[in-house]
């Protein structure tokens, strides 16, 4: 390698730099444009791009430039000079380059538009040009920096964060759509929640702990928001009055997510053309009850005690927001015969101690205060139709004493896609995993 990476600016700062000074710029040629005795090039790379110009008698392997293919990899050795671009800025004039790696063609899609939609499946099946995109860049800078104020928030709280096994012997709702495999002899299966991990940390006086990281369904869902395998939030705190408690942090966390992202990711918000809306605390709390007559109220025929589908959950947003100028919402009361409503939530007479944290017209989380009690917990276990011997390790922290506690799981792909307006849950993860893709 005849030029040195490790003086290398980043386009971005290249454009700040004063006219006349030698810079060393390296990333993607997105297109080369030779017209005579000039050419252009726009090299692309995390932060940006910017113009290279080359001249025959600055550019003594001028004629090689036609042989440059788009997407190959190359250093660039310059001077910067003021851009005659009516967008204002440097661009660079060409001195030396050197290609560190020559792109084959054609391309398998097009990633950068150019009058031509690619499929998703097709993009997703190159993933890694797929990524290249600015537009997908950005996506993922937003990612980071939600992750980053889930973070900041929740250690602000007092909580501590933890890592829990991603390997179970038991699931945390009777072993329903997971992923089952060997393990030395042994039946297994990949983590779907942190559920018990988290309740069994408050048994150890942690009382306020969080976990982030990936859980598993083995459900076979074709839909836009489901993928098979995700990224959790989940977080859990002792020494709670009531579900109340937990609703208070998750509005507040959410609320400091948005305005985190909206301060800290304009320019990634301008390149998607999005804009973060903006919640007033606190938000509303909706019964069950009232919701059914909410939807009743907009022509859907629903009973009261009916579970609330998909479909009637977009409607009851839309409802909800007109009633009470709010695109988030808690959906609180549910019977206690309604699957939402787990074994090891705490009952209050006829309803569960849980809720829905419903944005953007879609389900975000389910929130719940947990039987904390050893006696009627083993009973829900038998109401709700397991069998307590499948339970063993989880139950027997139970018996030595553990204190009042709740919490939640929050799906980060899902918030992502519903903060930023993304209708396929696919387009905010990395690599997405579901029922008919296991590559790249």
């Not at 730099?17 to 790379?45: C, M, N, Y």
């Not at 939530?345 to 006829?350: P, S, T, Y």
Request: charged share 30%.
């Amino acid at each position: 390698m005849r030029i040195e990476l490790k003086n290398r600016l980043s386009t971005a700062k290249a454009k700040q730099e004063k006219e006349g000074k030698k810079v060393i710029v390296a990333g993607w040629i997105q297109e080369v444009k030779v017209l005579g005795k000039l050419a252009f090039a726009k090299l692309r790379d995390r932060d940006g791009d910017i113009q290279v110009v080359f001249f025959p008698d600055s550019y003594k392997q001028f004629e090689s430039l036609k042989k440059i293919t788009r997407e190959s990899v190359v250093v660039i050795n310059g001077k910067v000079k003021e851009s005659k671009l009516k967008a204002g800025g440097n661009e660079i004039l060409a001195t030396e380059m050197e290609v560190l790696s020559l792109a084959h063609t054609p391309l398998p899609i097009e990633f950068l538009g150019k009058g031509i939609e690619t499929d998703l499946s097709k993009r997703l099946d190159s993933r890694f040009l797929d990524l290249r995109n600015p537009k997908a860049g950005a996506i993922f800078r937003i990612r980071e920096k939600a992750i980053f104020a889930i973070r900041e928030f929740l250690n602000s709280q007092g909580f501590i964060q933890v890592q829990t096994p991603r390997f179970s012997g038991a699931g945390a709702e009777g072993g329903a759509e997971m992923f089952e495999f060997d393990y030395f002899g042994k039946k297994a299966y990949l983590s779907q929640s942190q559920q018990l991990y988290k309740q069994m940390l408050m048994a150890c006086g942690f009382e306020k702990i969080y976990d982030i990281g990936p859980s598993f369904r083995a459900e076979k869902s074709h839909t836009m928001r489901h993928v098979t395998e995700f990224t959790q939030l989940d977080c859990e705190m002792s020494f709670i009055d009531s579900e109340e408690d937990i609703l208070k942090i998750e509005e507040k966390l959410l609320k400091y997510v948005l305005d985190y992202v909206r301060t800290n990711c304009k320019e990634e918000l301008v390149l998607l053309e999005k804009e973060i809306v903006n919640l007033k605390l606190p938000l509303p709390r909706v019964t069950h009850e009232q919701a059914i007559k909410l939807l009743q109220g907009a022509g859907v025929e629903i009973k009261q005690g009916a579970d609330i589908g998909t479909n009637e959950e977009k409607i009851l947003g839309a409802e909800v927001e007109k009633k009470y100028k709010s695109k988030a919402f808690f959906l609180t009361k549910f019977p206690w015969n309604l699957d939402v409503c787990k074994f090891y939530w705490m009952k209050d007479g006829e309803y569960g101690r849980g809720a829905d944290f419903e944005f953007m017209g879609q389900e975000l989380t389910t929130a719940s205060q947990r039987e904390h009690r050893y006696d009627i917990l083993v009973k829900q276990i038998c109401d709700k139709g397991y069998s307590p011997k499948n339970f063993k390790s989880y139950l027997e922290p139970f018996r030595f004493g553990i204190a009042p506690h709740g919490g939640f799981g929050w799906g980060i792909d899902r918030m992502l896609s519903y903060m930023l307006g993304i209708e396929n849950i696919r387009e905010v993860v990395l690599f997405p995993r579901d029922p008919d893709r296991l590559n790249p």
